[in-house]
């Protein structure tokens, strides 16, 4: 998770200024100083063009497959 903190902190600014962010996954395995990062630079950059960059975390297919077949 120590690396994920990094990545975060040094990537938010860079977001806010160039590319709108999105993450995509289950975000709720994730700890909670993560999640409020991740849910703040989205919030940071939600309005702003150009690149949108979508990162997953803790994301596998088989929770979209399980809700197509529903």
Do not use: F, P, W
């Not at 962010?21 to 309005?47: C, H, P, Q, S, Y």
């Amino acid at each position: 998770m120590g690396l994920l903190r990094h990545s975060c902190r040094g990537e938010i600014a860079d977001c806010i200024a160039r590319r709108s962010a999105a993450v995509i996954g289950e975000l709720g395995k994730l700890a909670g100083d993560i999640v409020a990062m991740i849910e703040n630079a989205e919030a940071l950059t939600r309005d702003n063009g150009g690149v949108n960059l979508t990162v997953a975390l803790s994301y596998g297919g088989r929770a979209e497959l399980g809700r197509q077949r529903a």
